[in-house]
Structure formats: structure tokens, C-alpha cells
């Protein structure tokens, strides 16, 4: 939430479920294509107008750059995905573009660069639409046989759709009979949006192994964008997530 004069802040815990099915077609020696559709549940205790549920479809094309576990690679990725929140007024389609190319150094470190263009509208476009780009690095380092450090950092331009707290003075040159709003943590919010802004995403984690195909996963991101008016908005994320594939 942007706030002038007050820091405000919200904490809860969410429980976040997701279930991946998908196929990769090795077309040739050094080309694979894989298409993967997911389902998300995403389920707060407290705040629960940002309760959501998820579905999505995404199709990339992989290549290698040569033969061996060190040669570089690039990645086409295309997706779409739809979602529906408690207060539908959130309600919402995304689609995204995405390249990236990424290199394995050696057995232990490896790097994936990033470019993603996404666009998306909603149920109120005016308020939930626009679109954004980003560029990524992503890192993993591989601390033992079964630990990976995962670090990464994003630089995102473009539409950011958040809340404002109307008391006691609105801000000027947001002022708009039509804003939509709804009720937050107890509290009446505005609903608008801000194009061409700035923000930057840090992200570190921990993957433990428990075998080949299940892992433990501990996450922190903090997000941080510019301000504006004297304003700016922050989030900061802990996740722990159990992943296993069939």
C-alpha cells in the first residue's frame, strides 16, 4: 500500500497450493520443446480479498548451443494465464514473452539472463491493465550434494496497480470519482494505477533435495520500487515450499 505521511504495513500468512502437468517433445538432438498448464491456490488467513485461484498454459522452445553439461543455451517463452480473486474487481488475463540464455560455468555455479514483456487486462481495465517490462539475472550455486543457493535480481518498468488509503487527504492528481475500492485489513482502499513506474526485485533461497524428483524450498524476495510524490511501495515475501514431481 502507498501511504504519504503514515508507514503502513500488513503481515499474514498465505497457503499456497500448485499442481504442474506437462510434456517435453526432444525434436532434435539440441532442440526440445516442452508445453506445461498449472493450477494455483492461493489462500490467506487475514487478507482475504487477495484470495486467488489460478490457471495457466506456457509453451517454450529450448536450445542448446552445443554438446556437454557446460555449453550455453537459450530459451522462447510464451504464456497465458487468468486470475480470478475473492474481490473480483482484481479479476484479471496476463500474457507474457519471454528470452532468456543461461550457461552452466561448472559443476557448481551456473547463470540465467532474462528478458520478459508481459501485458494484461481485467475487469476493469482502466485500474487493472497495462503492461511492463523486465530484465532478470538468476543465479544457482550449488553449496553441497544436495543445498543450492538461489539468488536472483530483477529491474521491472511499467504499469504497477496497488491501494491507497483515501484519509485524510487524498492525493491531487489521483483524484477520481470513479476509483473503485474495497475493504483491506479493516480499512477502505482506493484502487488505481501508475504507468511507467520502476521497480526492483531481490530474491535469495535455499533448495534442499530430498531425492530426484522432491525438494524442500525456502524463499525471501524483497520488492522495492521508486518514489513518487513522496511515495513507494514495498514487499517483502518468506515462502516455504515442498515440491515433488511424478
Not at 18 to 27: A, P, S, T
Not at 94 to 113: C, W
Request: proline share 4%; glycine share 6%; net charge positive.
Amino acid at each position: 500500500t502507498l501511504d504519504l505521511e503514515e508507514h503502513e504495513e500488513r503481515a499474514d500468512w498465505a497457503r499456497d497450493y500448485r499442481l504442474r502437468h506437462g510434456r517435453f517433445y526432444q525434436i532434435k538432438p539440441l532442440l526440445m520443446l516442452t508445453w506445461a498448464a498449472d493450477i494455483r491456490f492461493l489462500d490467506f488467513s487475514n487478507l482475504n480479498p487477495l484470495d486467488q485461484t489460478q490457471g495457466a498454459v506456457r509453451i517454450s522452445l529450448r536450445r542448446k548451443l552445443g554438446v556437454g553439461p557446460q555449453v550455453p543455451w537459450w530459451r522462447l517463452s510464451a504464456g497465458l494465464s487468468g486470475h480470478r480473486f475473492q474481490s473480483s474487481i482484481r479479476n484479471r488475463n496476463l500474457a507474457d514473452i519471454q528470452f532468456e540464455v543461461g550457461k552452466r560455468f561448472n559443476d557448481r555455479f551456473s547463470a540465467t539472463i532474462s528478458l520478459d514483456k508481459e501485458s494484461y487486462r481485467g475487469v476493469n481495465s482502466r485500474y487493472f491493465g497495462g503492461e511492463a517490462f523486465a530484465t532478470g539475472l538468476n543465479t544457482e550455486t550449488k553449496l553441497s550434494g544436495h543445498l543450492t543457493l538461489l539468488a536472483g535480481y530483477e529491474l521491472r518498468d511499467g504499469t504497477l496497480t496497488t491501494t491507497y488509503n483515501p484519509n485524510p487527504d487524498p492525493i491531487p492528481w489521483l483524484r477520481d470519482p470513479d476509483f473503485p475500492s474495497l475493504t483491506l485489513a479493516g480499512k477502505q482502499k482506493w484502487i488505481y494505477r501508475l504507468d511507467g513506474f520502476r521497480s526492483n526485485r531481490f530474491s535469495l533461497g535455499l533448495r534442499l533435495a530430498q531425492n530426484s524428483y522432491s525438494s524442500w524450498n525456502l524463499a525471501w524476495e524483497k520488492l522495492a520500487t521508486e518514489k513518487r510524490d513522496e511515495r513507494s511501495y514495498n514487499r517483502t515475501q518468506i515462502r516455504v515450499a515442498y515440491v515433488r514431481s511424478f
